[in-house]
Each structure stands twice: as C-alpha cells, then as structure tokens.
C-alpha cells in the first residue's frame, strides 16, 4: 500500500519569505497528488494538485514540484504572508481514495 | 462555492451510547467519505460511498458503520461510542470524475466520556 511522510511536522518563517513544505511517498505507480491547507477549526481546503506525467504546476503563489525518481514532492509558498498560517498536508491518490501525511504545521513570524 | 456541512461542530457522548454524525453535499457530488483526524496520525479513512446505498470500508471502519440513503446525506455511525473514538470527525464530498479533488466540511470534535 501507499505511505506518506512529511520531513518537518513544524516550520517557522519570516513574513514575506519564501516557504518549501516537503512530502515523501512510498508507491511509485502513484498518479495524482494534492495539497490541501488546514487552519485551525476549519476542515482541510484543498489547494493545488499535480499529475504523475507532470513536475511542476504553479498556482497563485504556490509552486508544487513533484520529483518521481526520489518520490518527493514539494509546496512552495511565495512572499508567505500570516494568513498562510495553518497546516499543511500532502495526499497521494490510490485508487479514488487519498492517502495524507501527518500535516506541517507552518508559522508566519511578522 | 462548494459546501459540505457537518451537523454538529461539538459533541459529548457517554462511552456506550450511539452517536450519528451527518454530512450534507450541496454540489451533488458521487462521492462522500468520512475521515478521523487524530494527532500524529494524519487523517485516516474510516468508510465511504460511491453512490446511494453504496458503502465501502477505508482503513479504520471497526467501531463504525454508515448509512447513504441520499445522494447529498452521507451518516457515521458509531453503534456503542467508546473513548478511544474521542477525534476530529471530517467529512468530504468529490465528483465521479475527479474523485481525488475532496472537499471536506468543518469538521466535528467528538469527545466520549
């Protein structure tokens, strides 16, 4: 079955930085991936997505990078501003079904 | 804009008693499912629906059953709650076409006493 990790369960930056949150996945056949922001009391929001026949896809301020040869893949978050306070989690599609890692949780300092 | 609701945002149960927790979909999506969020363990799947009447178990379902008797109204179950059921309850809805773009509702704490 799939498996998926997230490196660092918190991350703290500066406003106006750039953020990277990283997720490792086990199943090399895996097709679709997704991003989705949780802030606090609220369910996750799904954010931006990315096929298996693609390595990267920008959206309004967030690049995710999808490296199939190490199966890691990466949320970046441009100029990170303090409603980007939240946490983040990764989800690999498995046959209809999402499977997520356990959720960075990332803080804005002003 | 997309909506998933969720019946109640808190609730408190004693340890045996039966709980429901209901879902509603507004964009007449196919697909419904119910996850738990618990600390350290991401969410996790506990059953869903592709269809009316139609229920299939996801990674977690002991303790748990559903009911789809409408395609917008998808209902956890828990039979006898227990403590260890104590979670974050997140429902979520997807098209047919596009099953792995979920939305999910708020959210409901369950604590169990």
């Known amino acids: 079955g799939e498996s998926v990790g997230l490196h660092l369960p918190t991350l703290s930056v500066q406003e106006g930085d750039n953020s990277i949150i990283n997720c490792a996945y086990s199943?090399?056949?895996?097709?679709?991936f997704i991003w989705y922001k949780q802030e606090s009391g609220k369910g996750p929001q799904f954010i931006i997505d990315?096929?298996?026949?693609?390595d990267k896809r920008q959206g309004q301020r967030v690049t995710v990078l999808l490296n199939k040869t190490v199966k890691h893949l990466s949320l970046q978050i441009a100029a990170t501003q303090p409603g980007d306070s939240a946490v983040y989690f990764c989800?690999?599609?498995?046959?209809?079904?999402?499977?997520f890692g356990q959720g960075t949780e990332l803080s804005v300092k002003p | 804009d997309v909506k998933v609701t969720q019946s109640s945002r808190y609730l408190v149960k004693r340890t045996g008693e039966k709980v429901f927790l209901e879902c509603v979909q507004d964009?007449?999506?196919?697909?419904m499912f119910w996850y738990r969020q618990d600390p350290g363990l991401g969410l996790r799947l506990i059953y869903f629906?592709?269809?009316?009447?139609?229920?299939e178990k996801g990674d977690i379902p002991e303790g748990y059953s559903v009911s789809r008797e409408k395609k917008e109204r998808f209902s956890l179950i828990l039979e006898s709650a227990s403590t260890n059921q104590t979670s974050m309850y997140l429902c979520?809805?997807?098209?047919?076409?596009?099953?792995?773009?979920?939305?999910f509702g708020p959210g409901t704490r369950l604590t169990v006493t």
């Open positions: 990315i096929r298996s026949n693609m």
């Open positions: 629906s592709y269809d009316v009447k139609m229920k």
């Open positions: 979520a809805s997807s098209a047919f076409s596009v099953p792995y773009e979920q939305y």
């Open positions: 964009m007449d999506h196919e697909n």
């Open positions: 199943n090399s056949a895996s097709d679709y």
């Open positions: 989800a690999v599609n498995q046959g209809g079904k999402l499977i």
